[in-house]
């Protein structure tokens, strides 16, 4: 849900944008003793599905980065735990601004996080790359490069990126991050508008070291800005179906809706507005999984803490005050959890 941005080569090949944590609430001493795998279109813990259900929270490296606002991470860990969820995704970087790792192009804070794969956990003294509570590294957020609709960049990057993770860390999953975007080809007509970022749910997935199927998104209220709910909702269903296909015929990988919402700055927001919409894609997964098929999980967009009014935008959840999505959510983590 970042701004977009064009960006270059110039990467370093440490630095990894995005992580999911398993919460050790919901797993126990299951998640200390093994890591997730993929087979075919599901995900595997100890010889058991694996089903996602769980937040994004960008704002926890900001957080804890200081003692003094560090128990809002734990906060909000927990009480994932108590509604049922069982992971979170969330940044290892930041640009610009206060304590950033990044604070201009190529310049980067040694000091605020120097690697991310073989930094060492200051509480367990595990290396990232050898904990099994962390689920998968994403290589970035949402990419975009106008300038090349052909998608050649962005596919050489993220080859060289994925390759250069996996030769530190052969552990945990990979996927890229895209937000589910086609290129050049007859799967274009699914994008809103025909848009092209320069990215393709296709051929980017398609490398071996995708793990599964690339975290889709869905903003359907900013993508077709002005039009109504139900050509909102029609795009909603061709969204997904045209993900979970190739998700299955095509790539046969693991499918993930990793950032949906509704914003409060929007016309015509009520908590029952998203309450309905959050229902509605969590049924389609349920759905899905239920079926066998590779919609496996969703991660809403996003949880924030009490206190923490300085990060609103619009989509946060807040669930101390939204008792009614608090129970949309516990009632998706129960069903996805008894699944077999």
């Known amino acids: 849900m970042s701004g977009k941005r064009v960006f270059t ?31 075919g279109t599901h995900f595997v813990l100890n010889g058991k599905s694996l089903y996602l259900k769980g937040f994004n929270a960008y704002w926890m490296m900001y957080m804890a ?27 290892a970087f930041s640009d610009g601004g206060f304590r950033p790792l990044q604070s201009s192009s190529g310049l980067y804070n040694e000091d605020v996080f120097s690697t991310v794969l073989t930094r060492k956990n200051s509480i367990t003294k595990m290396l990232y790359k050898d ?5 998968v590294w994403e290589l970035i957020n949402e990419p975009h490069c106008q300038t090349d609709p052909s998608g050649r960049f962005i ?12 030769s ?26 025909n848009l092209l970022v320069g990215t393709d749910f296709i051929s980017n997935n398609q490398l071996p070291q995708a793990d599964f199927a690339t975290i889709i998104h869905l903003y359907p209220e ?6 109504n709910d139900e050509v909102q909702a029609a795009f909603v269903d061709k969204w997904n179906e045209a993900h979970i296909e190739d998700s299955k015929s095509v790539l046969n990988k693991p499918l993930i809706l990793g950032e949906f919402g509704k914003s409060s700055k929007l016309a015509g927001y009520s908590l029952e507005r998203r ?50 999505t608090a129970r949309v959510i516990a009632l998706q983590s129960h069903l996805l959890s008894i699944l077999p």
């Open 9 to 39: 080569s110039q990467i370093l090949k440490y630095f990894i944008v995005i992580v999911l944590l398993v919460l050790q609430g919901n797993f126990g001493s299951l998640a200390c003793s093994s890591f997730v795998r993929t087979e």
């Open 65 to 91: 980065s200081d003692p003094s606002t560090r128990a809002k991470v734990s906060t909000a860990f927990q009480q994932a735990s108590e509604n049922g969820m069982n992971v979170a995704r969330t940044w």
């Open 131 to 135: 904990d099994p509570f962390i689920f």
């Open 155 to 166: 596919q050489e990057w993220v080859t060289e990126m994925a390759a250069y993770v996996k």
């Open 168 to 193: 530190i860390d052969e552990n945990h999953l990979l996927e890229i991050g895209l937000e589910g975007f086609y290129g050049k080809t007859t799967k274009q007509m699914y994008n809103p508008g």
């Open 222 to 227: 900013q993508w077709l800005a002005g039009s």
């Open 275 to 324: 309450d309905h919409y959050f229902s509605k894609l969590y049924n389609a997964i349920y759905t899905n999984a239920r079926s066998g098929g590779p919609f496996v999980g969703g991660i809403f967009w996003q949880r924030r803490a009490q206190g923490m009014d300085n990060f609103r935008d619009g989509y946060e959840v807040v669930l101390e005050d939204s008792h009614s």
